[in-house]
């Protein structure tokens, strides 16, 4: 937050606002701006001091003399009007002290990475990953000498325990540290919730309170139905290209939590340029005030479009978080979820050609791979999105060749449905 725009406090009286509400103006205040009601695009690349002084002090921000960034603008790389007050916004979702904006879900996720560890290090993280995510510390963050565990979503916190000391164990020998703990949940494409609680207790055990931070990705829940720095997480990870920008219409990624963990990124962004451009951020200030009602929407007709699949006798099984058979996965649900979402595995009675057969037949759904916009995506995660995991990998992690990943948007309920029985009639 800057100069340029004037954070207004999200009270009311004693009042505290809402969300919702905070998203028509928070962060931005019209007399700066000529008066427009809504923030213009800020198109330039580096703004003018008021004096030689101003300019100093700003630079002292960006380069980390002084923490917390700049308190002034300075250069596109760093910083803008726009970027700020989307910041400001996304951080009122998860009541998180900063937040940081970037040009897609994978650079916040690699510029976390990157300004968390260093050689010798190691990363325990939660399985499955997204595929690309998992492929960055497998096989990127490796070259520079940095190793990772791995435990399954659901993991119990004695489990997860057991895989933070080997962690602590392979640091040690390495001359390094437990650097990061980077969880998914749900996961990417089973759907699988991570105990974030269990998560926090253990590091607390195993490591004291001063152990590594926990990153989370909240992508396929959040910012609504799953806010994760309540239950014990200290970063929050966002492909901001899913249901926050919502319209499949812009690429996008995000990061909350303090400021402690989020100035050493920062400075790190400011290095890389991985920093999201003005006109995308504009167009995600448009797409956060009306988040709650997509989701919401998606999120009621994901219920009905699972409640008769359910029932389909073509089909084999739903990974659908409203509708849970795993007692634990359950409970984990009940504590962390206020909302069953609206991405879903659908499993066909069959294999591979079955699923494609059920695709190449989807007359409304649109057969593409991505999640969270205005209109229901069906895609195909063993031939598409994790193509390059080995097969091994795969079966382990549930991703099977009948599995068909489902993102249901906001059109009419009975006519997806509609559209539904009649690719599974095709079947
Ligand atoms: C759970 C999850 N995290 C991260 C990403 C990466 O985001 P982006 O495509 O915006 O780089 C994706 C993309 O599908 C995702 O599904």
Same mark, same amino acid.
């Given at each position: 937050m800057t100069d340029r725009t004037k954070r207004q406090p999200p009270t009311l009286g004693g009042r505290?606002?809402?969300?919702?509400?905070? *998203?028509?103006?928070?962060?931005?205040?019209?007399?700066? %701006?000529e008066g427009a009601l809504k923030p213009p695009i800020?198109?330039?690349?580096?703004?003018?001091?008021?004096?030689?002084?101003?300019? &100093?002090?700003?630079?002292?921000?960006?380069?980390?003399?002084?923490?917390?960034?700049?308190?002034?603008?300075?250069?596109g790389r760093f910083n803008g009007p726009d970027q700020e007050i989307l910041e400001d916004r996304l951080s009122i979702w998860d009541g998180a002290e900063d937040s940081l904006v970037f040009s897609s879900g994978m650079s916040a996720i690699a510029t976390l990475l990157?300004?968390?560890?260093?050689?010798?290090?190691?990363?325990?993280?939660?399985?499955?990953?997204?595929?690309?995510?998992?492929?960055? +510390?497998? &096989?990127?963050? %490796?070259?520079?000498?940095? %190793?990772?565990?791995?435990?399954?979503?659901?993991?119990?916190?004695?489990? +997860?325990?057991?895989?933070?000391?080997q962690g602590k164990v392979l640091a040690a020998q390495k001359g390094g540290k437990l650097a990061l703990v980077y969880l998914e949940s749900p996961a990417n494409p089973t759907n699988a919730l991570v105990d974030i609680e269990a998560v926090g207790q253990a590091r607390d055990a195993v490591l004291g309170t001063d152990g590594p931070p926990i990153a989370i990705d909240n992508t396929f829940l959040g910012?609504?139905?799953?806010?994760?720095?309540?239950?014990?997480a200290d970063i929050v990870v966002y492909s901001l290209t899913k249901y926050v920008g919502g319209h499949s219409d812009l690429v996008a990624g995000g990061l909350s939590g303090a400021k402690r963990w989020m100035d050493p990124i920062r400075s790190l962004r400011n290095v890389m340029g991985? +920093?999201?451009?003005?006109?995308? %951020?504009?167009?995600?200030?448009?797409?956060?005030?009306?988040?709650?009602?997509? *989701?919401?929407?998606?999120?009621? /007709?994901?219920? &009905?479009?699972?409640?008769?699949?359910?029932?389909?006798?073509?089909?084999e099984g739903l990974g659908y978080l409203g509708m849970i058979a795993d007692p634990r996965q359950q409970d984990i649900f009940?504590?962390?979820?206020?909302?069953?979402?609206?991405?879903?595995?659908?499993?066909i009675k069959g294999g591979e050609a079955e699923s494609f057969r059920f695709l190449d037949a989807l007359r409304l759904a649109k057969l593409a791979v991505s999640l969270g916009g205005t209109e229901t995506l069906a895609s195909h995660p063993a031939a *598409?999105?994790?193509?390059?995991?080995?097969?091994?990998?795969?079966?382990?992690?549930?991703?099977?060749? /009948?599995?068909?990943?489902?993102?249901?948007? +906001?059109e009419d309920a009975d006519d997806l449905i509609a559209d539904f029985a009649q690719a599974l009639d095709a079947v």
């Open positions: 505290q606002l809402k969300p919702s509400t905070l *998203m028509m103006g928070h962060g931005y205040d019209p007399r700066l %701006s800020f198109l330039t690349s580096t703004f003018a001091f008021e004096s030689a002084a101003a300019g &100093k002090r700003h630079f002292e921000g960006i380069t980390g003399k002084r923490p917390g960034g700049a308190d002034g603008l300075v250069y990157l300004a968390q560890c260093s050689q010798g290090d190691v990363v325990v993280h939660s399985g499955p990953l997204y595929a690309a995510t998992e492929t960055y +510390i497998a &096989k990127v963050l %490796s070259r520079f000498g940095v %190793s990772y565990l791995d435990f399954p979503a659901g993991a119990s916190r004695a489990e +997860i325990e057991a895989i933070l000391e910012p609504l139905w799953q806010q994760p720095l309540l239950h014990g991985t +920093i999201l451009d003005p006109y995308s %951020s504009w167009m995600l200030l448009r797409s956060l005030e009306t988040v709650e009602l997509r *989701m919401t929407r998606a999120g009621e /007709n994901a219920a &009905k479009v699972c409640a008769f699949l359910a029932e389909h006798p073509k089909v009940d504590r962390h979820c206020s909302g069953a979402g609206s991405t879903f595995s659908l499993f *598409m999105t994790h193509l390059s995991v080995p097969d091994e990998r795969k079966a382990l992690l549930g991703i099977t060749d /009948n599995l068909v990943r489902i993102s249901i948007g +906001i």
